[in-house]
């Protein structure tokens, strides 16, 4: 059985667990926990551990997406998270100008460390403020190879359009580093 | 309403005039593109006037030229934003005045050096020419390769496409330079793919399926 995994980060509340939510044929392992502090006023519940969410291919393949925790007190999971991953999704709020910022912080983090193919999830593209992806990728002041793809999170095919299109950047890079995870 | 659209549509100085005219507080917040690459903005208005402009590494009037002469980019008006400390202190009427001004003279630059993409080299008699050059026609002439385009050339240095332009045309003027060639912007070609992965194309498959 080989395990192919894709990580999903990015700043609080910009839609992780919605993301993986949407896609996974399990229900979502989510380490949540209620929020006590004045981040309460944005959402119920935080991730502080990890998402976990799977897609079986085939008998002999299964896709395994991790969510990392968005608060950054829990980033002590990021590198542990990290370990072994094919790709990466970031998510921001599009509507969001610090969402946006916060993601550069995610991609300072993560893209260094794991040199592996990266995909913007521009998320919230059904409200009518949203930024559009060009207007992100210049906020997120990232490299034009790496593509923003509008995205709303609480949409099957928006997530499914967002991982495909990884899996063709991951197919047309090649995979880096030796991450088989066969057995 | 909403304030927002492309500066092809909409020029600065036109975007400016409007919300002058409607006395509106807020921030335009601009996307933008020239010479110099990718960059950002914002022009703060308070009750219509311009109190301060950033962009790039620029403030005050230096970046409002510097975003009204851009080539292309986006903008969008958030209602009473936050004002940062003033750095304009010039009046609406002379600064638009102005930066008109520069839009029209850059348009007779443009007529002269259509592209920043064109390549020049210095004259073989350079040597003997007995002209008297600013700092910044020297860190110009100075790049001068025969090779470098000009948008190479306002890159390294950090220098406004307007400025960049009105330099090369100063030193045409005077013949101390030539034009070389326009280079062919590339776009990068796809890399080869490497070996085809045989699950990572299942995956794609199954994506696609769905």
């Known amino acids: 059985m080989r395990r192919v995994k894709v990580l999903v980060t990015g700043p609080f509340a910009s839609g992780k667990t919605s993301f993986i939510s949407k896609i996974s044929e399990i229900p979502v392992v989510s380490t949540e926990k209620s929020l006590t502090d ?53 998510t921001v709020d599009s509507t969001d100008y610090r969402s946006i910022i916060q993601g550069r912080r995610y991609l300072a983090f993560f893209l260094p460390k794991l040199k592996i193919p990266c995909i913007i999830a521009a998320n919230k593209q059904d409200l009518p403020n949203a ?36 899996f063709e950047t991951i197919d047309e890079l090649g995979i880096v580093g030796d991450y088989t995870n066969e057995n | 309403m909403e304030l927002a659209g492309n500066i092809k549509d909409f020029s600065i100085i036109e ?23 990718k960059f950002e903005g914002s022009i703060y208005f308070v009750d219509g006037n311009i109190t301060s402009v950033m962009a790039h590494d620029k403030k005050g009037k230096d970046a409002y030229f510097l975003i009204t002469e851009a080539d292309s980019g986006s903008f969008r008006f958030i209602s009473d934003d936050t004002t940062p400390e003033t750095n304009i202190v010039t009046s609406m009427n002379q600064l638009l005045l102005e ?3 520069r839009t029209k003279l850059f348009e007779t630059l443009k007529r002269e050096i259509p592209s920043t993409n064109i390549v020049y080299s210095l004259a073989p008699d ?10 910044n026609q020297w860190a110009v002439i100075a790049m001068i390769d025969g090779e470098k385009t000009l948008a190479e050339i306002s890159k390294f240095l950090g220098m406004p496409e307007f400025d960049i332009i009105r330099i090369f045309y100063s030193l045409l003027q005077v013949g101390v330079i030539k034009r070389v ?4 912007v590339k776009k990068p070609e796809p890399s080869e793919p490497k070996k085809a992965v045989g699950f990572i194309q299942k995956i794609i498959d199954y994506f696609k399926g769905l």
Do not use: H, N
């Open chain 1, 38 to 90: 004045e981040t309460r006023v944005v959402k119920e519940k935080t991730t502080v551990a990890l998402d976990f969410g799977r897609i079986t291919i085939d008998e002999d393949l299964v896709l395994y997406i991790f969510g990392t925790p968005g608060q950054e007190r829990f980033s002590y999971m990021w590198d542990v998270l990290s370990v072994g991953a094919y790709g990466l999704v970031v």
């Open chain 1, 131 to 166: 930024l559009k992806p060009d207007e992100i990728s210049t906020l997120l002041g990232i490299d034009p190879s790496i593509e923003v793809l509008p995205c709303t999170t609480t949409e099957g095919d928006s997530v499914k359009k967002v991982l495909l299109r990884l």
């Open chain 2, 15 to 37: 975007i400016s005039q409007f919300v002058w005219i409607s006395k509106r507080t807020g921030r335009l917040r601009l996307f933008l593109e020239s010479a110099i690459g």
């Open chain 2, 99 to 101: 930066a008109s001004g």
């Open chain 2, 126 to 135: 350079f040597a003997t020419f007995d002209l008297v050059f600013d700092s």
């Open chain 2, 181 to 184: 060639a326009v280079k062919q």
